[in-house]
């Protein structure tokens, strides 16, 4: 095969990554970074509604795993744009993140909303652009919900999760936490609260305020400083 063949292959392989997966390898000075998008809708156990933008966590799982184990790739940039979406899909990539050794970044542009606020704060570091929002609200489903005490103490239950899950990954308290997403005054027809850029960072969810450069610029600085090297 001849270079230039090469060359488009390699041009063909990353348009097909960005159309299953949302995601392309970028390199720069001897730097790799893997940027992964999460946008609309998390699909987890469930698939979405025709027409509907959706990022789906069994295509995700095994895309973390090989960044994560490739020698090749020094660090991962998400960038978040979620309405949200399945609880336990969205908790299980937060966790994977989480616990990723390779440096991590994300970047929240648009929204970070509902289950988005933990996979805002399962990187190492986290950006949001001044315009972009994050809605915390309490756990809620769609559908059949059985009314008795069972169903409301795992609601309860799946709750305290996300919230320790934010807490542990964040500067925010759980007070302060759980005093967004209880609010009945900012969503007409729910309870929680929809904040910016600057009060994500304010309340300790979010580190810093910021876009593109300053995420790719983090990257480089936990690479510099020998963050993921085994």
Do not use: W
Request: net charge negative; charged share 20%.
């Amino acid at each position: 095969m001849s270079e230039q063949e090469k060359n488009r292959d390699d041009g063909l392989s990353d348009v097909s990554d960005i159309i299953k997966t949302g995601s392309v390898v970028t390199e720069n000075g001897g730097s790799s970074i893997h940027c992964l998008s999460i946008i609309g809708q998390i699909e987890g156990h469930y698939i979405s509604q025709d027409g509907q933008k959706a990022t789906k966590y069994e295509h995700l799982i095994p895309l973390l795993v090989a960044i994560e184990e490739s020698p090749d790739i020094d660090g991962l940039l998400i960038v978040l744009n979620t309405m949200g979406g399945d609880v336990e899909a969205g908790l299980a990539l937060s966790e994977m993140i989480a616990s990723m050794s390779k440096p991590t970044v994300s970047l929240v542009l648009g929204g970070g909303h509902s289950i988005g606020v933990p996979l805002a704060t399962s990187a190492k570091k986290s950006f949001i652009v001044p315009s972009a929002t994050m809605t915390i609200h309490p756990v809620r489903i769609n559908g059949l919900v059985l009314g008795v005490p069972q169903t409301f103490r795992y609601f309860d239950e799946m709750q305290k999760r996300i919230v320790s899950f934010i807490c542990n990954h964040s500067k925010a308290t759980p007070e302060k936490i759980r005093e967004l997403m209880m609010r009945p005054d900012e969503l007409a027809t729910d309870v929680g609260t929809i904040i910016d850029g600057d009060e994500a960072v304010r309340y300790g969810i979010i580190d810093s305020v910021g876009g593109l450069s300053d995420a790719i610029a983090a990257l480089r600085e936990m690479k510099n400083n020998g963050i993921g090297k085994q």
